[in-house]
């Protein structure tokens, strides 16, 4: 019953080896464009209105406000356009950080990132909830943080089933969205056509009244703030370079079609609502969005007004859940690119049966509830502690390929090199201004809660460094074993003990397993078979080719357990599985070869740390105690063979 139930909510599992699979899960462009640009294209429902009403009394300033969001569009999609050249096996801001300046670089964007993706998640949500409660009795506003969290599991579910899935179901929404936000913005500038050119004199004339009343820099310092506090109009720009992995191939060409979709239909809808605004007088109403107001303004006197009214801010809302798409597609994607390089829990790099991160999107979805209780669902907060993440990681991977350009050089990198400095400077003041003037109201907590990432990676990262360390005596000494290149290989003994050890890699773990069979059990086993399941994680889920290569080097490995077997007289094969999951598949080649040999006993090894605790048990799984469980449940013997570990001390176990 509860394998239907999972298969209903989550689907059928797939196989990773289908030769058509990669073409199955990966993206085009224009789905590409739904589920990782709708991040950035959501925020016009938000970073407009942040935008304009900073601006106070001088409205006016709208016009240049607008052009100023839709040039900073359009320089941000190229300085990531460039980043998906350079990076196109994806990774976005963590590794253009940690390649083009440091790792210390690498972490801080990285952490940044997660944090960011996390507040994409929760202000998705957030001002989806806001939308449609734009429209709805005032006495419902009591029930949107719950209509929230609900509304955050069913995304969570529904990213467990596949990114693909996902996608497609969500697709719609998105449609319905571009059509009716297209038609708004196009019907409430035309039909105020006649006034544009006066609007051009007026907004002159009202600039120089400004000048005179409270001088020219303080009229640029209120248009630059402005500019900043609407900052979250660009985030999500990002998303695309961060889950390149997941696009159709050539990978590069459709990241860079799916960027120019996302900077076209960004700039057009938030530089168009920054317009509607000034050309309709659209003030704040208490209890509505300004997104709202303008749409009621301009579908008043239509037959059917009301109707349009409510499928387009339905639209809006449901569009803000799409977004969270971003999070949940490109989170534990960051997420797996910092555990492979032991910055994170290496457990964040397993792919479930669905193909797709299972434990980063739990703790995305974890980690977005937090955020939406502990703000009780504000937008306002959210997106101040959003766009400092996001513009912190901007700042960054400009610096580090303006960086890259100016030490590369290359054809046309004078033009690159312009670009990713005018990238700079904007996003640079941006996240400047950001912090300043609004560290009080949120922005220390986002700082905060990034600092405390970033010194828990390190903590990780030093804890696995010394757990190499410490197993690197192993590699060094029994890989080197001194034994006689004459191979004699002995007969096969089906009917007499049967040893069946389980090995991860040619290393001093498996050849100490080995051994240590010997030293407990001399001279019993005539028989050895070596087993190994090649796990197919994040990482190695890019190409067909990659995993047969991968397969091939996990063969080559347990070549040479059998061939150190033989130049010990004793008779060996091997055998393997290709998996998503260890334990699963470990229980299923057990299963496979256990027919063959009658007097068996499986072998594992399990590291144990001196002084184990929480911490070893979080970072290292323990593969070795689940499997037992579960193959002694099926009337099979198993011995678990430990590999002492001390971390201050290196010693051999």
Avoid at 188 to 203: A, D, M, N, V
Avoid at 240 to 257: C, D, M, Q, Y
Avoid at 307 to 318: M, N, P
Wanted: hydrophobic content about 50%; glycine content about 8%; overall charge positive.
């Amino acid at each position: 019953m509860v394998e239907k139930i999972r298969e209903l909510l989550l689907g059928k599992p797939k196989n990773p080896l289908d030769p058509k699979i990669f073409r199955h899960i990966s993206l085009i462009a224009f789905f590409a464009w739904v589920g990782l640009g709708a991040d950035g294209l959501s925020s016009s429902c938000y970073g407009p209105e942040e935008a304009f009403l900073s601006l106070g009394e001088y409205t006016h300033l709208a016009i240049p406000l607008a052009i100023m969001v839709a040039f900073t569009v359009f320089i941000l999609a190229a300085t990531y356009s460039q980043i998906i050249e350079l990076f196109p096996a994806g990774g976005g801001g963590y590794l253009v950080a940690t390649k083009l300046i440091n790792p210390l670089s690498g972490v801080v964007a990285g952490s940044a990132l997660l944090v960011d993706y996390v507040l994409t998640v929760a202000i998705s949500i957030a001002a989806g909830m806001d939308a449609i409660f734009s429209f709805l009795p005032a006495s419902f506003l009591p029930y949107k943080l719950g209509m929230a969290i609900l509304c955050l599991v069913f995304l969570i579910t529904l990213n467990l089933r596949g990114v693909k899935e996902s996608i497609v179901i969500l697709t719609p929404i998105f449609l319905i969205f571009i059509l009716t936000h297209a038609t708004i913005i196009l019907f409430g500038i035309f039909s105020h056509g006649s006034e544009l050119p006066s609007l051009i004199t007026e907004t002159v004339e009202q600039t120089q009244n400004g000048i005179s009343e409270v001088g020219f820099w303080a009229l640029l310092i209120i248009l630059l703030r402005a500019f900043c506090l609407g900052g979250g109009t660009f985030t999500g720009i990002e998303a695309v370079s961060n889950g390149v992995p997941v696009l159709r191939e050539p990978r590069i060409a459709t990241g860079k079609r799916t960027m120019k979709y996302m900077a076209i239909s960004l700039a057009f809808t938030a530089g168009g609502i920054l317009l509607n605004y000034i050309l309709n007088d659209i003030r704040h109403v208490p209890g509505q969005t300004l997104n709202a107001t303008l749409i009621e303004t301009l579908t008043s006197a239509w037959p059917f007004g009301k109707t349009f009214l409510f499928v387009t801010l339905l639209s809006e809302g449901a569009l803000l859940f799409v977004a969270a798409q971003a999070g949940f597609l490109a989170g534990p994607r960051v997420m797996s690119n910092m555990a492979v390089d032991r910055w994170l829990p290496t457990r964040f790099t397993n792919l479930s049966d669905r193909l797709v991160i299972k434990d980063g999107i739990l703790v995305m979805g974890l980690a977005a509830l937090a955020m939406l209780l502990y703000t009780g669902g504000s937008v306002k907060i959210l997106v101040v502690m959003y766009s400092i993440n996001v513009f912190l990681t901007f700042t960054l991977d400009q610096f580090g390929v303006a960086r890259h350009w100016l030490r590369e050089r290359g054809p046309g990198w004078v033009q690159k090199f312009i670009v990713m400095c005018t990238g700079f400077c904007l996003t640079f003041v941006i996240l400047t201004v950001t912090i300043l003037l609004k560290f009080g109201e949120g922005g220390w907590v986002t700082l905060m809660i990034t600092g405390l990432l970033i010194a828990f990676c390190y903590w990780v990262r030093r804890h696995y460094d010394n757990t190499m360390k410490a197993l690197r005596h192993l590699d060094e000494i029994l890989t080197q074993l001194p034994l006689s290149d004459n191979i004699i290989t002995p007969p096969k003994s089906p009917s007499k003990p049967t040893a069946l050890l389980m090995v991860n890699g040619y290393n001093g773990m498996g050849i100490h397993s080995f051994l240590a069979i010997h030293r407990s059990f001399p001279g019993h086993f005539k028989n050895f078979v070596f087993l190994s399941v090649g796990v197919i994680d994040s990482d190695r889920l890019r190409s067909k080719t990659e995993i047969e290569n991968f397969k091939s080097s996990i063969q080559k490995d347990l070549d040479k357990y059998v061939k150190l077997a033989h130049k010990m007289g004793l008779y060996a094969e091997s055998g393997m599985l290709m998996e998503t999951d260890v334990i699963e598949g470990l229980e299923t080649l057990c299963q496979n070869v256990s027919q063959k040999w009658p007097k068996k006993v499986f072998f594992t090894g399990q590291l144990a740390f001196e002084g184990e605790n929480f911490v070893t048990r979080l970072l290292h799984n323990q593969t070795a105690f689940a499997l037992q469980r579960k193959l002694l449940f099926n009337g099979m013997e198993v011995v678990i063979l430990p590999i002492r570990v001390r971390l201050k001390q290196t010693a051999l176990p």
